[in-house]
T-cell receptor
């Protein structure tokens, strides 16, 4: 069964810094990988979706990479802002519309 | 205009009661899900329906029963609520690969 882990569990950075969030998964037979953002008391908002055949996706200050063979994905956030403070979750898509979620990284960007 | 909407947003109830959470999506998606998020923020799949048919049923007590009257709706009924059922329940839908989530229902069992 797919297991997804995110490191670190929590991260605090000063505003303006670039940062990297990590996601690792145990089964490389994936269809895709998706990064989400969750604000306190809210649902999940999709940030980036990487297909299994792709290496990376970019949206604004966000860049997500995927290395299927090593079971890893990273989410790079450039020039962090206080508004980026949230919990970031990665989800691995397997066959049969199964999505396995990581444990999340709680990000705090200090003004 | 909300893509995936679930009600109620908050649900406070006594142990032993029966309650339902409703979910509707207006995205025309074929697949809908129920996820449970525990106090440590871990999201775990409970059920998945594709075109009104159950395709995923993870290890969930049979007190939890999903019902899909049509492709756009997936409701969750919970019998004999227990303290451990307290969590945030999220409905989601997908068409292909991307998941879209509702805003969650915070269930508190007293």
């Amino acid at each position: 069964k797919q297991e997804v882990t995110q490191i670190p569990a929590a991260l605090s950075v000063p505003e303006g810094e670039n940062l990297v969030l990590n996601c690792s998964f145990t089964d490389s037979a994936i269809y895709n990988l998706q990064w989400f953002r969750q604000d306190p008391g809210k649902g999940l908002t999709s940030l980036l979706l990487i297909q299994s055949s792709q290496r990376e996706q970019t949206s604004g200050r966000l860049n997500a990479s995927l290395d299927k063979s090593s079971g890893r994905s990273t989410l790079y956030i450039a020039a962090s802002q206080p508004g980026d403070s949230a919990t970031y979750l990665c989800a691995v898509g397997s066959n049969g519309n199964q999505f396995y979620f990581g444990t999340g990284t709680s990000l705090t960007v200090i003004p | 205009d909300t893509a995936v909407s679930q009600t109620p947003k908050y649900l406070v109830t006594q142990m032993g009661n029966d309650k339902s959470i409703k979910c509707e999506q207006n995205l025309g998606h074929d697949t809908m899900y129920w996820y449970k998020q525990d106090s440590k923020k871990f999201l775990k799949i409970m059920f998945s329906y594709n075109n009104k048919e159950l395709i995923i049923n993870e290890t969930v007590p049979n007190r939890f029963s999903p019902k899909s009257p049509d492709k756009a709706h997936l409701n969750l009924h919970i019998n004999s609520l227990e303290l451990g059922d307290s969590a945030v329940y999220f409905c989601a839908s997908s068409h292909g690969e991307k998941l879209f989530f509702g805003s969650g229902t915070q269930l508190s069992v007293l």
